[in-house]
């Protein structure tokens, strides 16, 4: 219902919203004002002078209180004697605008010749130079000539390093304060400010380590002129010459869009891609800089096959003939489940697809997993395909009176862009937060309340509220007395007595959930099955389900983790959720092959020693996740993997086969709330890697090939029709006629396939460094509740209790850090550093009782074995309970991965094991 | 009680008044005492206030009054927030009323803070007065001891604290939308207005800003009723003004005089004329801030109308007199330059702009001046001139244009390597005889 | 570390403002770090930054901001000498070239030994009293040379009580030395004008007559 004004500019008469700023007014009708401060997605501010323009309103007459009408019937327009800030000044009623008048134009001239007098002479060796603002706009407005005295032009030492990933050009900096006002308003970092006053304003950081933001990568896109640039880029190209693909970020399950400009296929740079349904025009520096594992020096170029100890290249036919000869012999003598498939979480929808396919339709097997499924609850992947979040939603359009409840998950180091767009909806628009957790996060700033329960206890927070939702009524009486029945004692009492949080807050929670016209609950990891069921319950107690901005979302570790449930890459499922069990008919006319109905091993059961004799691994190295993998490994009567690198279990395999990376190949990924999207071939695959779909087809073939010669040895024979796929096209399409969900993802091609530059005015306001798509659309597939099947509620009983540790020792809470240790951090040199070394984070007063000193290090012993820490004392960790972060190198795996305490090659979920501090 | 024959520097006929004993001894806090102990309705305080025609005297002279009625109805808690951070170069006016009559100021903050109906008032002090801030803080450990602040004030419900909140070096925090950051602990960079602080103010909430004479003349104006105050001075300007008298003159100091006096009898009469014999030949009425006025007009009469008349502005009523013998271009240099330390660089023409001039006129003034130079100046202060954020960018650009507009010749002189600055600076050094001497006078 | 006497004192100030506003503490903190510390170091940056829920970067680019915060070294004492316009036309230019000549450094400088560091500062707001400057915010005003050798030499035994406000019991300002003698006739504001008589409210006061 907004209200709209008419607004005259340039003589052109618009209509737009009340409140409307006149700049964003002007953008509407394509009129150009210029900005340097101004940026559409921070708060205005009006520092730089340069949208200066001339402004009038209908004069009134103070009598009647009516506008003063001239000859013509016409209001009289009285303009103000300055030239205003269309940054900051709102259109009124009647207003009239002019931004070509001799006073604009001396106005532009004048602020671009002061911002000129001290600005140093070097675009040639410019970062910035051509896409930078001030040069555009010097062009366009500015004077020809300076008349700053030479000699008293303002210096700076030149560029100065502002943290580990950004340099400071201070000479350069037209003090727009966008960087500060960036890192305020939209990181909530505030890591950078001016120091000094005045001509000597610079931009400082004293944090530690120095701009210490996951965001900075984003400043120096916003930055007008060449002040702030990327250390990673610096020198890197001019980006004239860049080549721009839209692509996906291949670390988080956010699915940020991107940009891959290259240069001689040589990847220079990531920049953000606009789409405001996922990441608006932002990406975290993980994305921007974590680029470098595609061009890494010890990328596989050429299949590698065993002969004797050593791995040697091989040739592509060779290695496929083995891996066919292997794989055939194995399944022909030992049947198809002894070999088993397990794959990794961050390759395409497509690869995925044919790997199990691969298992299912070829090798007749269901012993087909991906290993970080095993840290989410079991059921959590239905009841999302049931009431996950409605299609077509967009954290955008939270604000005041919705509810996000974030609980047992730290979005802030795992899904950053997520945790932004929360934060965005809470803090700038209003939107009621409530987060759990059992140690404090970034989030709990802006959380009303933020609970803190013990270690263990997840579960309990989702049951209590469902309980208080009961408590309140206005549900039906039947499904209420069902769920109490299957509740039996359980009351929000029991919930207090878990949770050690007030019986009134978990009524004021489910009130203000209850109360929301809508509501997202996002979780992560730390439930069981119990909790995820009762968030599951509570969403469709109080009706926020089968709607955009309603509904679960589970916050999932990779780029394309949602994908990997999707496409079956599990025991138990078929593609789309279908039961191995079921009625699978539609797969096995498609596929031209019945297929197995028991359910196969898990990832973890096909670790353990003898359970399988042959495994194919896809994209993942269970290894380094799992020591005690290694005996099974050993095993093995045949082990192939593919991948990108020659992985700790890359090195045991007797066939290594070198996929091309996600740059150099098109696909998609789904993200964490179900979004599918495509990426883009952006550089020459390298080498003699071809993509893993590419891979697994032939493989696919040549088993079958093979198999022919056995055909009647003991029954078995390969299964299954043709396999020449030649395109992610073909692969997609088959997947679209065999899993509804994914029937829609076709409009994700339109929606790709064209990316420029903004329009160059456009470029400018925003400033020329991101990019937007011409047409914008997405697709979110929908869960049952969007087409109106909202299941039955159901109770599970918990079994989890708060975790204790023996006397005299603290609970170990294991945590994911945005900048780890992982393959594809470590090989970009600059975000490496980034990365902390092995550190253990203690609460103060546990620090000072057992008195260790900040940065001592420390030795922590669990029952795994020992592993020497740096001690960080932080409120971050709460008292009682040490957290190590994962994915930090051989102390951590010394103290979390061992045989004891948890089965062998099952991803890390441990909730407390207790230590000792030596 | 004692007769001065000052409203606002009665200490200097009333020795101690900087004494609680003394001050209310000599009728103070009486008035406040009345109000609040007879719940007088603060929209009444208000009222006399408003009929009086109290102008800020902060600078800009806006109706008192009528800026504390600009508070929106029913939106608490709000404040009080005293601007004492005189900066303005020339102005030292705010130091002596705090250091020697505090008390009738802090009364005047108390009964500005009932009229606006706030329980908390900040002395926002710049950093300099560090002593000054002590004697304050010690009035208002003495008023509180009386029972004048604090919680309950005489038996009532009504409640007041003040606290003395010390800056720390920055001519910007007097504007006030950069004290209320200041005060927030942020840079001292003014806001954006609209919000105006009356609606927006200190943390938010909505806040009157005003300058300590001003809140000096409350207390007097309750006591006496707006019909004496406003037979005072000149019809729109009613009211005493303290007017600070320094630079090339005999007797430097405070004059407290009605408003429209003449500048002749405060320079010539009361001041004795330039310290070094020679006709006044400039006159900066409000510091670096407003236009600089040639000496002869000398018979305006000081109040707002006439000397905005006269083409520049009363502001803070810091006279600054130049004689005959003293450079121009240097002065316009010097007070550039003050702009130059002092913009707080938040926008573009004013940290680019103050800069580039100081830098132009510094040549200028060494001779090493280019002949388009003197016009270079003024086109710097034209392309600032209605360009700036806050008035101090826009208050620079006066010593760049109206120095040249008065004193073309003397500028063109110094680019044609004819001019006095460089001379008057080495001549500096028998100028410090005369102020030795002025200690016999 | 900030002394226990500082965060004390920094305590107390807090209390003048809301709970969740204790920026509004960080000038003075300032003040304080810069007394223990000499200057506001990056570590004291951070202690104040801890201390009001700030971030280090945010409280150095506030001392960063003002002229009286320092975040270089300075010497013990800090010497701000007005020579701005009003001072100027009195002869500050002057006395500030002995100064410099004293303590054998410019303007802008420290004395090697770390005891001096000489300001030319704007506007003090005691023009009226030229040449005037502040030793660590203390005012001396109607400096002569004979004042200027007394006051140096008095520094160089010590005897100054540094940065302290009120809320600090130690008030013990140091006295200006060698003001004119108060014999009645004062410099300032000699005005023998009077405005209104207090309580005489028939005619308004004309100027020039007492
Ligand atoms: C750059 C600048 C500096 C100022 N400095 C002071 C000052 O030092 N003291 C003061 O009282 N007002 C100063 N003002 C005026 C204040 O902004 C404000 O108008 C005044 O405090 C209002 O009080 P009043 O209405 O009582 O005059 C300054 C204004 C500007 C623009
Ligand atoms: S005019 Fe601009 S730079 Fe100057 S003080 Fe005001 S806001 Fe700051
Ligand atoms: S002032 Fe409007 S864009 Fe900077």
Redesign the pocket.
Known sequence: MANYVNVTIDGQEIKVPAGTLIVEAARLVNKEIPVFCYHPRLEPVG?CRMCLVEVGTPKMDPATRQPVLDDNGKPVIAMMPKPQTACTMPVSPGMVVKTTTQVVADARRSVLEFLLTSHPLDCPICDKGGECPLQELTFLYGPGVSRMPLDAKFHFYKPIPLGDLIMLDRERCVQCARCIRFQDEIADDHVLEFKNR?RGMEIITVSTPPFDSKWSGNTTDICPVGALTSRDFRFGGRPWELNNTPSICPHCSVGCNIVIADRYDDIKRIMPLENNNVNDIWICDKGRFGHHFVNAKDRLTQPLVRRGDTLQPATWDEAMSVVAERLSTIRATNGPDAIGGLAGDRVANEDLYLFQKLMRGVIGTNNVDHPTRLALAPNAPDLIAQVGVGSGSNLENMGKGDAILVIGADPDEEQPVIWLRIKQAAHKRGASLIVANARPTKLDRYARPSLRYPLGTADHIALGLVAAVLDRGEVDATVAADLRSLAGTYSVGTAVEMTGIAADTFKAVAETLAKSPDAVIFFGSELSEAGVQALANLAILIDHVGRPNNGLVALLPHNNSHGALDMGVRPDRLPGYLPVEGDTSAFASLWGAPLPTKAGLHAGQMLQRRAVRALYVMAADPLSENPESARALQNLDFLVVQDLFLTETAAQAHVVLPAASWAERDGTFTTTDRRVQKFSPAIRKLGQTRPDWEILSEVAQRVRATDDRHEDGNGHRSVGRDWTYVSVEQIKAEIAELVPMYAGMETADEYMSTVRGRPPFEAIVQTGTSFKFQSESDYQWPTAADAGNVPAPHWIVSKSEALKAPAGQLLLAPVRLLFDHGTMISKSALLARRAPGPFVAINPADAERLGVAMDAPVRLTTTVGRGDFTARITDMAPQGMLLVAEDMGAPVRGVLLGAHGRPAGVTLQVIGASVAVD | MSESKYILLRERDIPGLDKIDVYTDNGGYRVWQDTVANAVPPQQILDTVKAAGLRGRGGAGFPTGVKWSFLPKGVYPRYMVVNADESEPGTFKDRELMEGNPHQFLEGVALGSYAIECNVAYIYIRGEYLSTARILQRAIDEAKAKGFLGQNLFGTKYSLEMYVHLGAGAY?CG?ET?LLNSLEGLLG??RLKPPFPAAVGLYGKPTIINNVETLANVPPIIEHGAAWYKSIGTEKSPGPKLFCLSGNIKRPGNYELPLGTPFRVLIEELGGGTLDGTPIKAILPAGASAPILPGSVLDVPMDYESVAAAGSQLGSASMIIMGQNDSIPWAAYKMVSFFKH??????T???EG?YWAKSVLDRIIHGQGMPDDVGLVETIANQMVGK???????F?TSPMLFTIKHFREEFEAEVKGRGIARNWRSAVPQRLEPILLEKEL | MLSEQSKQTLAELLTHYPPDRKASGVLFALYLAQRDYGYVTLQAAREVASLLDMDPTEVMGVAGFYSLLHTEPVGKYVIDYCNDLPCALRGSGAMLKKIEEKLGIKAGETTPDGLFTLNDVMCIGACHRAPCMQVNLEFQEFLTEEKLDQILDMLRAGEEPGFNMATEKVVEPWAPIGWPEDDGSSVEGEAEVTTAKDGADETPPIPGVG
């Open positions: 520092m005045g | 910007i504007e950069a960079q003014p002092e913009s707080c660089g938040k926008c023409p004013c940290r103050t700036c954020f806050c008035p101090l960018g826009e620079s």
